[in-house]
């Protein structure tokens, strides 16, 4: 969630202002823009004549490489310190064990069938690479809603606190904007930007747009659903009252408003039917022989003619291995950065400069196991309700619609916990925005025990849904800053730090870093892929 | 489509008002509101200790009549014109026959497994009666994606006629909307209406609302979408070029950017896997020999004990039929009203001036089987694509995502074809919004031939979806002014005639009116079961 939210924050503010830049310079013919652009990193296969690649990481830019080598003639093996494929892409069921590495052990007792994405959980419509890849490997989807206006939206400072359908706070947003506006214009404020004919015309738009009544002013609309619903009877329906407009500027419930228009959160979206892991499996079963699992890289050596890495090969039962070797004439290091930068390796002076100072946040997810009160009582089939409080979110499911019990998020979002060093000057740089959203962050992120936190999550539920704290039981909390070989949910970089991508996306000699974190696209399995294939081309075009 | 376009513009126009007056009521306590209202229509079940009662017509209103009564130790006899149970819900399939009044006759030759749902699509989170049958009858449901952002927009007044993904059109006006709003806002012009604090927490919202630069303009924004998307190499992202604001009012593509919000068709959305008439099929499983099928009525006499229905009993091949009479103690008349008025019945004088007088809308859909072009070449999964044409929606399947071919209706609105006669005084009545829109319908109903409209809708698609039109094949056009036992698609009764809609809900004598145009959800299966909800409650209270 906080990926988005620090991106959406920086897409609304700065970035709002970057992409603007890049459309002025576009529009003044200063930037080159291919006519029809397309794909930013088309796959060019090229063949490998048993060239080896040893990658590091079995997580889908990892299994991508290997997947899409392993076509062309290239012969990879993956080193996967896990029992398991698919890095953070992990459903968790139950049984499952999430350790963290302070020790904390949780096992998940969720009924069959139940399953919690604790890492990726939904593919945008416009993510054709991983589309296609479901697509091609029999991944089966289903639609995942990422945003219902029956979803709720809490502010104590918000009708008294109690929990508003997100309905209500969108159409009466754009009622009273809608009403102000045409007042501006009525009064003639904008009769230097806008014609006579287009201000007649922005009036009519704008008494649709808000449902404004004739005379202009916005008193209500049924798109905010009723008071007393239209039925049969005589009973005349009865449409709420609008929320103040005051009162939405003191709930500042924006950014959830917003997230369906972030444009990898606006539908259609999908998630695997089953899990998200059906899709690192999928790519495992084709991959056979060239994962090799509990393999705990710890050495990197590059020569003038290959690279050899050093590793423990650990079953699944114990923490200590035989210590292995491996030479290959190219090295993929498809693991994240925070555990890159704990090997023994000759990495170059610009790699470890970013190695040594790169920052990661640490995401977190509380799942529950739950009847499904929320669809029973408030009418919500998926969605995402949004509160001002320490847990900030509540994600209902999409998957088993309907049926009795269901898998709950409560609470996701960047945890700013004392494991995570970048806290005070993040706070530092951070913008009054960001200042304000990373607050609850921290306030999670602080509070002192696993059971505060579940205590939190608990009671944002029962602000949406009273009464119903209690019916949340089999808590699973992932905290991804404590997760062995994660040790973080995704890079800090943004798009602006051009030159530290450029160096990632460099090979460092003949290792070629892969990953989401060496992409535009991070926290997203599209930016992991699609730097799949930029490193496949890369050496497409060195061996050729 | 049309119902909505009509309502759509009702609750825009003269309805925001109407509903704003309630609220203004409420507020002054003119309104006896109820604390809690919940339902208009709870069902009230009373033993019908075998009192008798004919139904005449097996939509949904007769359905639940029959089924809930039958519950309640009522005898109940369904008499059906038709095969099949449902009424308008009819999907039709490889081997459905579409007749017309006129004679004109169409044969479906779809795949296997491929459905047009020519009445009834969709089923809105919020209509719980309809969604509790769908739990208890066992009808699995999926999610039904009415709106998606990468569905399209197309007028010839935009973007040189080239549509557009819904994603630009309503996040650039967003975008205008805000930059006007601030502007005016720093000039001053709302300083009598907003205080100091307020200004300031209303720049920083319309920042973010319209993701403006840091000089509160509007210069485009990646919500809108990338002329070259992210990806992981070191091409930069470029932001598609905001649409400008005076091309947008041009467009008027504003009905079709708002369906969204209007209430039922809000996500979350429904729909029967299989088909919308799965859930008259799982009634009519329950109601086993209730239903007479294929029992034309001709006759209703009603005396103080009773009523009397005649009626001809025909088969399948048939069009003649044996004559039978059936004698109950009530009758529930729930066919439409452009069928009951056929009847030789004995019906009150304020029953026989609606009767006469009574206007019904006929909607059209059209239905094309083909290989989902919209998914593979435009991102497009669900959703409906809007035009300034005389088809002016394209709507794409939601059944089978993924799947190689599918089903896509290419136009559904109100069509004001020359066997509906209410079209001159509609024109005449309707306000200049609303003239505009039911212009398009009008081109529509006046081409000459089915050839000619399926000539329209393929146009429609190519416009939207440049060398596509030749895939559309297999067309199904349903016309419901033309369908036998139909005569209409939805009364045009609005929510202001109070006198006709309290007729409507009163018993005459012994024959009650059940229907969704006797309720205020016209168009709505919910509608149909919340009337039937109200007539079975009049019965209970009767017989007490």
Same mark, same amino acid.
């Given at each position: 969630m906080s990926l988005t939210r620090r991106e959406f924050?920086?897409?609304?503010?700065?970035?709002?202002?970057y992409s603007a830049a890049f459309v002025l310079m576009q529009s003044l013919g200063l930037l080159a823009i291919p006519e029809a652009a397309g794909e930013a990193s088309p796959l060019r296969l090229v063949d490998g004549k048993g060239a080896r690649v040893v990658i590091l990481g079995g997580g889908i830019a990892g299994l991508v490489s290997a997947y899409e080598l392993g076509k062309a003639g290239w012969s990879c093996t993956i080193l996967e310190a896990?029992?398991?494929?698919?890095?953070?892409?992990?459903?968790?069921?139950?049984?499952?064990?999430?350790?963290?590495?302070d020790g904390a052990r949780q096992t998940c007792t969720f009924d069959e069938g139940h399953y919690f994405n604790a890492g990726p959980a939904r593919l945008p419509s416009t993510?054709?690479?991983?589309l296609g890849y479901c697509r091609e490997l029999g991944v089966a989807l289903e639609v995942e809603v990422n945003s219902s206006r029956s979803a709720l939206m809490q502010s104590n400072l918000l009708?008294?606190?109690?929990?508003?359908?997100?309905?209500? /706070?969108?159409?009466?947003?754009?009622?009273?904007?809608?009403?102000?506006? =045409?007042?501006?214009?009525?009064?003639?404020? *904008? !009769?230097?930007?806008?014609?006579?004919?287009?201000?007649?015309?922005?009036?009519?738009?704008?008494?649709?747009?808000?449902?404004?009544?004739p005379d202009l002013l916005f008193r209500g609309t049924n798109r905010s659903g009723y008071? /007393?619903?239209?039925?049969?009877?005589?009973?005349?329906?009865?449409?709420? =009252?609008?929320?103040?407009?005051?009162?939405? *500027? !003191?709930?500042?419930?924006?950014q959830g408003m917003l997230v369906e228009e972030v444009l990898e959160w606006q539908p259609t979206m999908f998630q695997p039917i089953g899990g998200m892991d059906r899709i690192?499996?999928?790519?495992?079963?084709?991959?056979?022989?060239v994962i090799r699992y509990g393999a705990v890289v710890s050495r990197i050596r590059q020569s003038d003619s290959g690279v050899t890495v050093t590793y423990s090969e650990r079953s699944a039962s114990s923490q200590a291995g035989e210590t292995r070797l491996i030479e290959a004439d190219y090295c993929i290091c498809a693991m994240p950065l925070t555990v890159a930068r704990t090997l023994d390796a000759d990495f170059s002076a610009p790699i470890r400069a970013i190695l040594d100072t790169v920052q990661y946040d640490s995401a977190y997810k509380i799942a529950w196991e739950a009847p499904r009160f929320w669809e029973k009582e408030a009418n919500i089939f998926g969605g995402i309700s949004y509160l001002q409080q320490p847990v900030d979110l509540v994600w209902y499911p999409s998957a088993?619609?309907?049926?009795?019990?269901?898998?709950?998020?409560?609470?996701?979002?960047i945890e700013l916990g004392p494991a995570v060093g970048a806290l005070p000057s993040l706070l530092d740089k951070a913008d009054p925005a960001e200042r304000s959203m990373t607050e609850h962050g921290y306030i999670f992120g602080h509070l002192p025990s696993i059971e505060a936190k579940l205590d939190a999550s608990r009671r944002s539920v029962e602000l949406l849904h009273p009464g119903h704290g209690k019916?949340?039981?089999?808590?699973?909390?992932?905290?991804?800053?404590?997760?062995?070989?994660?040790?973080?949910?995704?890079?800090?970089?943004?798009?602006?730090?051009?030159?530290?991508?450029?160096?990632?996306?460099?090979?460092d000699r003949r290792v070629y870093f892969a990953g989401d974190h060496t992409s535009r696209l991070v926290g997203w399995q599209e930016g992991a892929a699609l730097s799949a294939y930029r490193v496949i081309n890369q050496l497409g075009e060195r061996i050729q």
């Open positions: 924050l920086m897409r609304a503010g700065q970035a709002g202002g896990r029992q398991r494929p698919g890095g953070r892409n992990w459903s968790i069921r139950a049984g499952t064990q999430v350790e963290f590495t993510h054709h690479t991983m009708n008294s606190g109690v929990a508003v359908p997100e309905r209500r /706070v969108v159409n009466d947003t754009r009622g009273h904007v809608s009403e102000l506006l =045409a007042k501006c214009i009525k009064r003639g404020a *904008l !009769d230097q930007e806008i014609t006579a004919d287009d201000r007649e015309r922005m009036i009519e738009f704008l008494r649709q747009y808000g449902d404004l009544n008071k /007393v619903p239209p039925g049969a009877t005589a009973q005349l329906p009865v449409v709420n =009252a609008p929320l103040a407009m005051h009162q939405l *500027l !003191d709930a500042d419930l924006w690192p499996f999928a790519f495992a079963s084709r991959l056979d022989s088993r619609l309907f049926s009795e019990r269901g898998i709950v998020i409560g609470g996701y979002s019916d949340l039981s089999k808590p699973i909390y992932v905290s991804w800053g404590h997760i062995p070989f994660n040790l973080g949910s995704w890079i800090s970089l943004g798009w602006n730090d051009e030159k530290a991508l450029a160096t990632l996306q460099s090979p």
